[in-house]
């Protein structure tokens, strides 16, 4: 099975937010799954960047900026699907609500935004 980087927003946003929970659970329950810190990667910490120029990746992004996918691609990595949370969420009638903590809706959208990781995933492997 490949492996497959996570990469999430780090939008200070309720979507941002939403992106960053979604990510970080499915890197921890799906083992073919690893994270990258976008942060770091824009920083340039080798590792991140040595990760996500070698494998796959889904990046999931907080708004239609797609800052995620313009940082890795700056680094030489190449974003193999891009997933928008507000849309991701639209489609259900769902609205992230909160920036730093998440309350009951927002974890009912990390829900939803992982079912999408995984839909994305599939396509992939
Ligand atoms: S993709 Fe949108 S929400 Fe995320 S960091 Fe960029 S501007 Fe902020």
Redesign the pocket.
Known sequence: MNEIVLCA?????P??EV?RASVYDVAQEDEECKICCIVATGGGKQKYVDMAQANKIIAV????????TTLLGEKGATVDKVLLVPEILKKEGMTAECTVRMNENDEKCVEIVKREIRKAKEELQ
């Open positions: 927003c780090s939008g200070m946003n979507r941002g992106a992004n907080g708004c239609p900026q797609n800052c995620t």
